[in-house]
């Protein structure tokens, strides 16, 4: 296995998606588009080209300890398709020839670099960015400041009023769901994708909470909540059913309402963001089995 004791910035990312690539040689690599500083959104893919689920980490620039975790699942159940070991308690080999598992390992990677490297991996943007942030290592939004997760076309009105109420009108480090939903390349590069691969199901990473959030108003399908009963019985985390209010803009939700399929935002990990990378290790392990049954199940 690779190291995954590393920040996964924009050159870590690519040495260990490259790593991966030259190692697996039935792993599809291609990319669903690019961030607003032009950085490519990768995807990758492994077992079947029919029943896929999507596995999206990276929404929030603080939060890259998700990154890690799809990557070093890919990574695994790739070996396990190699040479047959076992991930947690399962032969994924044998799941991966019935179904196939597609990750975005970082959907926002402009922000990644922010909350890693400071303002000036904004490049062009870095004056806006200096202007609305004194600690970029809480940024979460895209690199012109808009919150990819609340630009989403799922109860945006209803989020942008609230981003309102809070007085949150313009580009900030988080929380600013843009002038229109898919306003950003990283939303629609998402969008885009699923509208064109008929994914089965998706999940969003995000940190943190130990918590599952698994519906989204009357689209929500019944499966949804009987899959969130398996996620939580495997990881310990907590299925919270937020107020109605306090939802929308989000990918998770915009799958739901979309395409009437199961999504899911898993929050990783406890503690406030950015997690240290010293955490990584072990909140990987309670949630591994979780994440096999994501594909599974
Ligand atoms: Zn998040």
């Known amino acids: 296995m690779l190291n995954y004791n590393v920040l996964p910035d924009y050159k870590t990312r690519n040495e260990i998606i490259k790593k991966i690539c030259v190692k697996y040689k039935f792993v599809k690599h291609y990319f669903a588009g690019k961030s607003v500083c032009g950085r490519p959104v990768d995807v990758l893919h492994i077992g079947r080209t029919t029943d896929k689920v999507l596995y ?4 929030h620039g603080s939060e890259y300890l998700t990154v890690l975790t799809v990557l070093k699942f890919f990574e695994e159940c790739a070996e396990a398709m190699r ?4 991930v947690g308690r399962y032969k994924m080999s044998d799941f991966l020839k019935k179904k196939g598992l597609t990750i975005i390992p970082c959907v926002n990677p402009d922000g990644v670099e922010i909350a890693l490297h400071g303002s000036d991996a904004a490049l062009t943007y870095k004056p806006l960015v200096d202007k609305v ?39 900030s480090p988080t929380r600013f ?5 898919e306003s950003e390349p990283e939303t629609r590069a998402l969008t ?77 990990g406890l503690g406030e963001n950015p997690l240290p990378l010293s955490d990584f290790e072990k909140e990987y392990i309670i949630i591994q089995n979780m994440l096999c049954l994501g594909v599974i199940v």
Do not use: M
């Open 56 to 59: 999206c980490a990276g929404f």
């Open 83 to 86: 040479s047959g070991t076992i």
């Open 177 to 181: 769901g843009g002038t229109h939903p």
């Open 192 to 268: 885009n994708l699923c509208r064109k691969v008929p994914f089965e199901r998706a999940f969003a990473f995000h940190s943190q909470g130990r918590e599952i959030y698994c519906s989204f108003g009357k689209n929500t399908p019944e499966l949804s909540y009987r899959l969130a009963a398996v996620f939580s019985q495997a990881s310990g985390y907590r299925i919270t059913t937020p107020e109605d209010i306090a939802t929308g803009g989000g990918f998770k939700d915009w799958f739901i309402e979309y395409f009437k399929k199961p999504a899911f935002t898993i929050e990783i």
């Open 133 to 171: 942030s004194d600690n970029t290592d809480k940024w979460k939004a895209n690199a012109r400041g808009v919150d990819i997760n609340h630009n989403f076309n799922a109860g945006w009105k209803e989020l942008k009023q609230r981003e309102i109420n809070l007085n949150i009108t313009s580009p």
